[in-house]
């Protein structure tokens, strides 16, 4: 299993080189089988001395990927939505990188490899995973009304308990809680 968290506080977490070294570190960490695709990887990049390219990296976790015979591969990528959808001219944005890496390894059809993406179902993610997933293997928070339930009773838990915020109005408590409640877009 690789974990990795995208944070927009963090420029090297909002990209597909910092998903792909994360993920292959974290899996070589875990398996000696990995030896010989990251000892030829190594010595390709000239003893680490040449950086590698995103699709290089690429095809190092797909090789990884392969390898690991019948043993299950779990991939947790939570954040996708940190990356930046900003782009220059002509070139892809972080986010689009990191949806494309994603896209590629889905397409592998690996039968041991599991992915969960957890993300704020920003437009262009929604786009671009939905054809990857069947309806039996997708799951949005962001529409179950347990979810928003829970926000709600949290918000009004902190304003019923906040010392500063007991002195309110109870109009007022009941707006705070209904408009963050309402806009909270899930988080």
Known sequence: MAIYFFDFNDIGKQDAR?????????????????????????????????????????????????????IPIYLI???????????????KSSRDQVLAVVENFVKLNLTKLHICIAS??????????????????????????????????????VVYSDRDMQRWRDEVKKLVIKTLSERADGM
């Open 18 to 70: 910092g998903l792909l070294s994360s993920l292959i570190v974290q899996l070589s960490n875990r398996a000696q089988s990995f030896y010989h695709i990251l000892s030829d990887f190594y010595s390709v990049h000239e003893k680490g001395s040449q950086q590698p390219s995103i699709g290089e990296l690429t095809k190092c976790l797909e090789d990884m990927l392969r390898a690991t015979g019948d």
């Open 120 to 157: 704020r179902p920003e437009v262009d993610i929604r786009s671009s995973l939905k054809p990857l997933t069947s309806t039996s293997t997708h799951i949005c928070l962001h529409e179950e009304s347990g979810q928003r339930k829970d926000i709600e009773d949290f918000v009004r838990a």
């Open 77 to 91: 990528l939570d954040g996708i939505d940190e990356c930046p959808n900003t782009n220059g001219k002509g070139m």
